[in-house]
């Protein structure tokens, strides 16, 4: 039910983002920040990264004054997740049906996009 998150934290900030609340993450590892955390900032802008504490404070007083923060926020989470596969899902076919599964997945890495699951039915 949080408005915002502001936190200096990978795992809080990331497990925030997948919920779609909003996130500003500060500390001084921003500059050298690589894999997942840069996709959730610069490809997805679900964090915000701002290595200076007076700038991220200022822009969480800006973020929460907002009209339809919230919203926008679960957009851009629906975005994300779009992107990404059921792992349940996947892994269910994967274990279930090896060692066909695994040849095929080898064969044409692509097959695992069968696995994206419609907004619609996510939780």
């Known amino acids: 039910f949080a408005k915002l998150v502001v936190a200096d934290s990978g ?9 779609g609340t909003p ?7 921003i500059a050298r920040d690589a894999g997942v955390m840069r996709e959730f900032g610069e490809k997805y802008g679900l964090i915000l990264n701002i290595a200076d504490p007076k ?3 200022d822009r969480a007083i800006e973020l929460v004054q907002r009209p339809g923060l919230k919203q926008e926020w679960k957009a851009k ?13 996947f892994m269910a076919w994967l274990i279930g049906g090896y060692p066909e599964s695994f040849r095929k997945l080898r064969e044409n890495p ?9 907004i619609a039915l996510r939780g």
């Open 11 to 19: 795992t809080m900030t990331m497990e925030a983002a997948v919920l």
């Open 23 to 29: 996130v500003i993450r500060s500390n001084s590892f």
């Open 55 to 57: 700038e991220a404070i």
């Open 77 to 89: 989470r629906e975005r994300y997740l779009k992107d990404k596969i059921d792992m349940d899902l």
């Open 110 to 118: 692509g097959i695992q996009r069968m696995f994206r699951q419609p």
